[in-house]
């Protein structure tokens, strides 16, 4: 060091080699601060992004967890036509309704039958001649475990047969979490749901019981359980793994844990997303954790999340961080050498600085591409919401480039679809005044015409000359919004054909009540 200030002072002077160090010194001071400032804004989205994971996440599956449930009122409304249901009108309802297409993790729907003890060879019968499921009947039909009760709550309608027939003729009284959940659904005739055990097909899972009845009305008579049988392997790869979850969570990214009630342990465990690794609280990265709870029909699960490793270091925030840390220490260097050159020699100078110019030019290069080939859009706008900054990308999203969002004072207001433009005026508002990111869904309107649903997420606002911004990112979201709407319609065309049929139903019950009483009239 000594050596290079000799070479330094003799070349140029004291004086200036002091001045050289202090510009660089200001410079590398300078870098440093605004790297720790990238690294503090990447800490700041990632934590946004495990917040809104988690939420999505626990709202998801509780939501498609009670919707699983809550099917079986449709099929308990079968038994309360006050009409005969036969095997294969049990099997129609399954089928004409899509029920397994509809709610995906169900593995069946089940019928178990209330069954006096004095009935019971009666019943057998029944079963064993019925053959509207299969032309030989069930010859072979039989109720187990064996065993003297007073009454037996057997399984007689299983849809599809061939994943429960294992279990046709179970007696679920016989078993006493079977039994003490069934009274639990009884007593609140709503759905009840069993913690995990060994389903009699021998695979872990759940179940769930409603109580069903012979008709309607104050005198209907409870005619046994209507019930969906739940494979925890199956059920949560459709609820989770091909659900519509964020994809930090499918992925990886965030490990998720699901304990069943309220304590985390090995015994209680239910899903891991990582199974070959510990707790995710004891693994989390940058200390991002958090515990949810949700209920299930009458039970309560835990449902446990943390940050990884992949989910710290992702690939945009690594680049900016590392952009800014090369990239200023990179200008230093520039600095240190122009000033040095512009001392010594002025052609020296020109040289030097074409040359890290050109370094310069190949890293904003490299930078560039890096942000283009992100999907979504990144843009900053100012307190007036004009746009100071946005990714070329845009026009891959709204036909327009960068420059005439830039030109465009009013880009917002012609952007926005009409019926959304007040809630991103109040959501602008919000950002500013109140310090609330922005998070909204809207539909904007591309340079062809045609609409295009855009989900927009910003940061906290920060300051700089003077100047209030905040950034954020856009992203496209109109192939998810074209798959809900697609769901309602055919859930909703679905719900028509119900109605149809049970309207042909009913029809078909006051028809033959009119024939019998025909008959009687004549008879008279």
């Not at 050596?3 to 001071?29: P, Q």
């Not at 475990?145 to 299983?158: D, L, M, Q, T, W």
């Not at 979490?177 to 913690?195: I, N, S, V």
């Not at 959501?427 to 539909?443: G, M, Q, V």
Request: no cysteine; net charge neutral.
């Amino acid at each position: 060091m000594a050596k290079i200030l000799g070479i330094l002072e003799w070349r140029i002077g004291w004086r200036r080699t002091a001045f050289l160090f202090i510009v660089a010194g200001v410079s590398l001071a300078t870098t440093f601060v605004a790297w720790r400032a990238t690294e503090r804004g990447i800490a700041g989205e990632m934590e946004r992004e495990f917040d809104f994971a988690v939420r999505e996440t626990t709202g998801t599956i509780e939501d498609r967890m009670n919707a699983l449930l809550d099917s079986l009122y449709g099929a308990r409304g079968v038994f309360e036509q006050g009409v005969p249901v036969r095997g294969a009108d049990w099997r129609d309802h399954v089928r004409n309704g899509k029920l397994l297409e509809r709610f995906p993790g169900v593995s069946s729907y089940t019928f178990l039958e209330r069954v006096p003890a004095e009935r019971l060879g009666s019943f057998v019968e029944g079963v064993r001649a019925d053959r509207t499921v299969r032309p030989e009947g069930f010859p072979k039909f039989t109720v187990f475990p064996a065993g003297n009760r007073s009454e037996y709550v057997v399984i007689k309608y299983v849809e599809p047969l061939e994943r429960g027939e294992l279990a046709f003729g179970f007696d679920a009284a016989s078993e006493e979490t079977r039994l003490k959940t069934m009274e639990q659904a009884l007593a609140g005739d709503a759905p009840a749901l069993t913690p995990e055990l060994q389903l009699v097909v021998g695979v872990p899972g759940f179940l769930a019981f409603l109580p069903a009845y012979g008709g309607s009305g104050p005198g209907r008579e409870h005619a046994g359980f209507v019930m969906i049988a739940l494979r925890t392997r199956e059920l949560f790869q459709k609820v989770i793994m091909e659900g519509p979850l964020p994809e930090s969570v499918k992925s990886g990214d965030i490990d998720l844990e699901i304990f069943e009630g309220r304590t985390s342990s090995a015994t209680t465990l239910l899903y891991d997303s990582k199974p070959d690794e510990v707790r995710a609280l004891e693994t989390a990265a940058a200390g991002l954790t958090a515990t949810r709870e949700i209920v299930i029909g009458d039970r309560t699960w835990t449902l446990s999340f943390a940050d990884s490793p992949e989910l710290a270091a992702t690939l945009l925030g690594r680049a900016m961080s590392v952009i800014v840390l090369f990239g200023g220490i990179l200008f230093s260097i520039l600095v240190f050498g122009v000033l040095y050159a512009n001392f010594t020699s002025r052609a020296r100078a020109l040289a030097l600085a074409e040359r890290m110019t050109g370094e310069l030019r190949r890293s904003e290069e490299q930078y560039r591409s890096l942000v283009e080939r992100v999907p979504n859009v990144i843009w900053t706008i100012d307190e007036n919401t004009r746009v100071r900054f946005i990714t070329p990308n845009v026009e891959r999203l709204i036909g327009m480039g960068p420059d005439a969002v830039y030109a465009d004072p009013q880009f917002w207001r012609n952007l926005v679809h009409p019926d959304a433009a007040e809630a991103l005026s109040r959501a602008f508002r919000e950002l500013f005044e109140n310090n609330i990111p922005l998070d909204l869904e809207h539909r904007a309107k591309r340079k062809s015409g045609d609409w295009a649903w855009v989900h927009m997420r910003s940061g906290l606002p920060y300051k700089a000359g003077g100047v209030r911004y905040a950034d954020g990112i856009s992203e496209d979201v109109s192939g998810r919004k074209r798959t809900e709407e697609e769901l309602m319609r055919r859930t909703k065309d679905l719900e028509e054909m119900n109605k149809v049929l049970v309207g042909r139903e009913l029809k078909m019950v006051e028809l033959k009540e009119e024939n019998k009483e025909l008959k009687k009239q004549r008879g008279g």
